[in-house]
């Protein structure tokens, strides 16, 4: 199969990124919890993936990056350990449900208010984002990338025009690994990673980079291996928001993942930007097919069929090309709204930095077909 579907999760791991999961499954040890020499190596190693991801995305130090089981959790933590009654928050439609759904949550009991930043002339604009501030708005959230067409405001911009004392936070799932991301140079106060994408880490790899402006509460509790007499949560980050065992295979591929980036970020999105020009210039001649993204460099390329509707192009990719998409709304239904693509959605196809010409030629002939 020909896997086009890296949006959704990367489908080519890197060797030295399997090579970290196969030896972290043999050292069978719970990091930080015991006292012997295995437990406090592998402490070390987690230890220093924490000072990776703050070095590379300008966070405020290791105790600041909180590791999660997806970027769905560290957005949740974002929002419902962030936000307190009484409190307004702005999104934009851009935004996928990790952040919709938990901020709707909070508004539906009564606790928070919200406003939804709309596209001016196709494009999220800071001023726009910025105009929907109140008083009482405590923060902003904001997409690095759409995970429906790769593209998201300047985010230090956005910080630009924002009061000082409302906090900005952004979900880098799909820009993470792709686009230049740092945390002081942006003006961010959280930035949510999904190590399983662009950081070409195993699923279950994510975290949260906070600053001292944001303090989360926790909204998971548990056993943290210090402070084990409270009856509460340590006052302390990371261990305040790290409740339970931390997946050391997860976080040991993430490390390998941000090596990789560090040293080739900016070579990895020239290819992603190279693959979706070629695409667009390429699905040009097919009259079918209706492209509705822009060539970037997080590697998505959605489009539309003119009588066919998207999952139904998914599907047939899949059957009888052997081409895995993804068709359908993404998590992101006020995107589609905006894009006038809504309820039918649209086919995303998503490329991976370790493809080339060969996977946009054979989706071209295909779509050709249909």
């Not at 952040?99 to 606790?111: A, D, F, N, T």
């Not at 630009?160 to 003006?187: C, F, N, T, W, Y």
């Not at 097919?289 to 998505?300: K, M, Q, V, Y």
């Amino acid at each position: 199969m020909i896997y086009l579907d890296n949006a959704a999760t990367g489908g080519c791991k890197p060797a030295s990124v399997q090579a970290a999961v196969a030896a972290a499954m043999k050292s069978c040890a719970n990091p930080g919890r015991s006292g012997h020499a295995l437990s406090i190596a592998l402490a070390e190693r987690v230890f220093a993936c924490r000072e990776l991801l703050s070095s590379l995305f300008g966070g405020y130090g290791y105790e600041r990056v909180v590791f999660t089981r997806s970027c769905t959790e560290a957005l949740n933590l974002a929002v419902l350990g962030v936000l307190k009654e009484g409190d307004h928050a702005v999104c934009t439609c851009l935004e996928h449900n990790s952040v919709l759904r938990p901020l709707e949550s909070m508004k539906e009991k009564g606790i928070i208010t919200y406003d939804v930043a709309p596209l001016t002339g196709g494009r999220m604009l800071p001023e726009t984002i910025a105009a929907l501030v109140k008083p009482n708005t405590r923060a902003v959230y904001v997409t690095a990338a759409s995970n429906v067409t790769g593209e998201g405001p300047d985010l230090a911009a956005v910080r630009a025009l924002l009061p000082e004392r409302v906090l900005l936070i952004a979900d880098g799932a799909q820009a993470a690994g792709h686009l230049p991301l740092s945390m002081k140079e942006q003006g961010l106060d959280g930035l949510a990673l999904a190590g399983h994408k662009g950081l070409h880490a195993m699923q279950g790899a994510a975290a949260l980079l906070f600053s001292e402006r944001l303090d989360p509460d926790p909204i998971l509790f548990g056993g943290t291996g210090s402070e084990s007499r409270l009856l509460g949560m340590p006052a302390f980050y990371p261990d305040r928001l790290e409740s339970g065992t931390l997946s050391y295979p997860a976080i040991a591929s993430l490390f390998e993942g941000a090596l990789l980036v560090r040293a080739g970020r900016e070579k990895f999105a020239a290819r992603l930007l190279a693959l979706t020009t070629a695409f667009a210039e390429r699905i040009r001649g097919v009259k079918t097919i209706a492209l509705r993204t822009s060539p970037n460099p997080c590697g998505i390329a959605s489009f539309a069929h003119e009588s066919l509707q998207s999952e139904e192009v998914a599907q047939i990719l899949s059957d009888r090309f052997g081409i895995a998409v993804r068709g359908g709304l993404h998590c992101a239904p006020l995107a589609h709204r905006a894009l006038g693509s809504f309820p039918d959605g649209l086919v995303r196809a998503s490329f991976s930095p370790f493809q080339g010409m060969k996977e946009v030629e054979t989706l071209v002939a295909a779509l050709k077909c249909l």
